[in-house]
């Protein structure tokens, strides 16, 4: 399983970023995937999660109606939209997927929201 995160950077806070992570090693359409964020000496939050068809997507309250969690199943990809931005955003964030009941984690990518 393999899991590449990219599209972080610096944006002004009330800007956009999206995120997107490329999967491989699983059958992609099959399963479930989440995007967290962690903030040095904090634990890692759910941000956001998607289910396999797309259908149903859960967000965390602190990102809810700013972000949006999407997919591309013929692609491998999961994305996430993030507008409205706040400093508080700042983080790195990472791609997840349980698979055979082990998470795996991208390498992650910093987002940093800053005037």
């Known amino acids: 399983v393999r899991l590449v995160e990219s599209g972080g950077g610096l944006q002004q806070p009330g800007g956009s970023l999206r995120l997107s992570c490329a999967a491989s090693?699983?059958?992609?359409?099959?399963?479930?995937m989440r995007w967290y964020r962690q903030v040095p000496g904090k634990e890692r939050e759910l941000v956001a999660r998607i289910s396999e068809g797309g259908r149903s997507t859960n967000y965390a309250d602190s990102v809810k109606g700013r972000f949006i969690i999407s997919r591309d199943n013929a692609k491998n990809t999961v994305s996430l939209q993030m507008n409205s931005l706040k400093p508080e955003d700042t983080a790195v964030y990472y791609c997840?997927?349980?698979?055979?009941?082990?998470?795996?984690w991208g390498q992650g990518t910093q987002v940093t929201v800053s005037s």
């Open positions: 090693g699983f059958t992609f359409s099959r399963y479930g």
């Open positions: 997840n997927v349980e698979y055979l009941l082990y998470d795996y």
